[in-house]
């Protein structure tokens, strides 16, 4: 009685259990790749571990807590270390939805890798994304970052700010001490006319150049 139990159990195993089935996932192994001479043989050992492996996944998923290693199921493993595997239904006769099995792989994706010694480019599910690594905590909070840079552009613009109104300051100080030089400078020209040096006529205090004056207009007085 036993035994067309046992096949009919192991035929509708094999009809779940199929390259491209509904629900299946291809796994690929590259274990001499990853761990060259420290490299394992894969047998029934490693099956019955990576079986334990998506059993304990699967039983962290939401209402699948009784999930258990007959559970899930192995097909077309070859030499080179590769094969399909589902999750079944313990209540039912089918595979359960593809997407449970990816949420619960994608979860425990560390913990798969780690019990085989190997990383997500050399144990690939290949219909399952590879998980990203969890972001790294800066050791400095972004708060402190952030008002550090905003602080420094305060202190940059206020410091330009100061500087330009001194140089202002300064170059209006300079402007008439300037102009004051420069009619020092015209006042104090002296030109050559004729070959003849004469001083030039200062608007302000109304001198006259002598060397023109007349007999009459030196003797007349204004």
Known sequence: MLWPLFLLVT???????????????????????????????????????????????MRKVPKRETTEIAHVLLCNVTQRVSFWFVVTDPSKNHTLPAAEIQS??????????????????????????STL?????????????????????????TTLLILSGIWQSRRKNMEPSEMVDTEDKRENMITVENGIPCDSLDAKGGHINDAFMTEDERLTPL
């Not at 619960?104 to 994304?129: G, H, V």
């Open 11 to 57: 035929a509708i195993h094999a009809e779940l259990c199929q390259p491209d089935a509904e629900n299946a996932f291809k796994v690929r192994l590259s274990i001499k790749t990853a761990l060259g001479d420290k490299a394992y043989a894969w047998d029934i050992n490693e099956e019955y571990l990576f079986r334990a492996m998506v059993a304990f996944s």
């Open 133 to 157: 690594a969890p972001p790294m905590d800066p050791s400095v909070p972004i708060w402190i970052i952030i008002f550090g840079v905003i602080f420094c552009i305060i202190i940059v613009a």
């Open 104 to 129: 619960a792989i994608r979860m425990n994706r560390n913990r798969i890798n780690n019990a085989f010694s190997l990383s997500d480019q050399t144990l690939e599910f290949l219909k399952i994304p």
